[in-house]
């Protein structure tokens, strides 16, 4: 994958304050697919390469970056959960989301072949989308914390028997060499990832939709959720997203983060939300943006 300078200019022309002179604060290594979203967003810009989620936020948290760019979910391999309790722990407002299609490809030293492969090294979300690929092999599998990472660590290390599952932008970077291209189970793999950031994007297109994104308690009863969900329902407001995290120190009692199709700063989505939170022991909007592929990102949102 190559990212050209019009990629993240289509971007920035319509919202200004996504600019080069930014600092993004990502999971992952220089090719990882954390970065390559970002830098379809922001360019050139100063990137903070982390090891892990929790390290992202504290770089928010510490104002070390302006901007912090996730993943939440993909389309194969499921939700990350624990990055849900970190958008709810970190208070820092969404402020959009990326839908980028996922190329997943085989990758080793040069000159090795495929049947010589006996290791295979990636991240879990990366190894989740290529199951099928993966049980034709008679193969350990490694779990790292990145997926260029990995590519990296097998350059610097004198294996020939190991593989890894990543971009294509990191064999170029590190150079490796790609045994076998595109082996996600489904080629209709997209993830989703969020910015975040105290700066807001205001949006000057009233006719683009927003999502908001809620976190939220309900009473410990029978028909506690439904009754809420079913006021959603009768304001015509279409949940895309709902995922459930416990509640620590109420075992088997759950918290739960909705995504609605919504604008929570319309004099509509305010009046829903406040009628909603009458439904809810607590509830906290963690943002409500737009789809920032629809701002000229080539890896569109999938229909």
Same mark, same amino acid.
């Given at each position: %994958?190559?990212?050209?300078?019009?990629?993240?200019?289509?971007?920035?022309?319509?919202?200004?304050?996504?600019?080069?002179?930014?600092?993004?604060?990502?999971?992952?290594?220089?090719?990882?697919?954390?970065?390559?979203?970002?830098?379809?967003?922001?360019?050139?810009? *100063?990137?903070?390469?982390? #090891?892990?989620?929790?390290?992202?936020?504290?770089?928010?948290?510490?104002?070390?970056?302006?901007?912090?760019?996730?993943?939440?979910?993909?389309?194969?391999?499921?939700?990350?959960?624990?990055?849900?309790?970190?958008?709810?722990?970190?208070? /820092?407002? /969404?402020?959009?989301?990326?839908?980028? $299609?996922?190329?997943?490809?085989?990758?080793?030293?040069? @000159?090795?072949?495929?049947?010589?492969?006996?290791?295979?090294?990636?991240?879990?979300?990366?190894?989740?989308?290529?199951?099928?690929?993966?049980?034709?092999?008679?193969?350990?599998? %490694?779990?790292?914390?990145?997926?260029?990472?990995?590519?990296?660590?097998?350059?610097?290390?004198?294996?020939?028997?190991?593989?890894?599952?990543?971009?294509?932008?990191?064999?170029?970077?590190?150079?490796?060499?790609?045994?076998?291209?595109?082996?996600?189970? #489904?080629?209709?793999?997209?993830?989703?990832?969020?910015?975040?950031?105290?700066?807001?994007?205001?949006?000057?297109?009233?006719?683009?939709?927003?999502? *908001?994104?809620?976190?939220?308690?309900?009473?410990? $009863?029978?028909?506690?959720?439904?009754?809420?969900?079913?006021?959603?329902?009768?304001?015509?407001?279409?949940?895309?997203?709902?995922?459930?995290?416990?509640?620590? @120190?109420?075992?088997?009692?759950?918290?739960?983060?909705?995504?609605?199709?919504? #604008?929570?700063?319309?004099?509509?989505?305010?009046?829903?939300?406040?009628?909603?939170?009458?439904?809810?022991?607590? %509830?906290?909007?963690? @943002?409500?943006?737009? #789809?920032?592929?629809?701002? @000229?990102?080539?890896?569109?949102?999938?229909?």
């Amino acid at each position: %994958m190559t990212i050209s300078d019009t990629d993240s200019a289509a971007v920035q022309a319509r919202y200004p304050q996504l600019t080069a002179a930014s600092t993004i604060s990502i999971q992952g290594q220089p090719g990882s697919f954390h970065h390559i979203g970002a830098r379809m967003l922001f360019g050139d810009a *100063t990137y903070l390469y982390r #090891d892990s989620f929790r390290e992202v936020f504290d770089d928010g948290k510490t104002g070390k970056a302006t901007h912090l760019f996730l993943a939440i979910e993909n389309s194969i391999a499921g939700s990350i959960i624990y990055n849900y309790d970190l958008l709810a722990a970190g208070k /820092i407002p /969404i402020v959009g989301e990326v839908y980028l $299609r996922i190329g997943q490809h085989f990758i080793a030293r040069p @000159g090795v072949t495929l049947d010589s492969i006996r290791e295979v090294w990636s991240h879990p979300m990366a190894i989740e989308q290529c199951r099928y690929f993966l049980d034709t092999l008679d193969v350990k599998i %490694m779990e790292k914390e990145d997926t260029a990472g990995s590519v990296r660590d097998l350059r610097d290390s004198t294996r020939r028997d190991v593989a890894v599952i990543s971009s294509d932008l990191s064999a170029q970077i590190y150079g490796m060499n790609i045994l076998k291209p595109h082996i996600e189970t #489904d080629p209709n793999n997209y993830t989703r990832f969020l910015l975040l950031s105290a700066r807001p994007l205001p949006e000057t297109d009233p006719t683009l939709t927003r999502k *908001t994104s809620v976190y939220f308690g309900v009473q410990h $009863r029978p028909g506690g959720l439904v009754t809420l969900l079913q006021e959603f329902l009768a304001r015509q407001v279409n949940i895309t997203k709902l995922e459930s995290r416990p509640r620590v @120190g109420s075992p088997w009692v759950y918290d739960f983060f909705a995504d609605v199709e919504l #604008d929570a700063f319309s004099d509509h989505g305010k009046a829903v939300l406040e009628h909603v939170r009458g439904y809810c022991e607590f %509830m906290e909007v963690l @943002g409500s943006y737009p #789809d920032l592929s629809e701002s @000229g990102v080539h890896s569109a949102k999938p229909q």
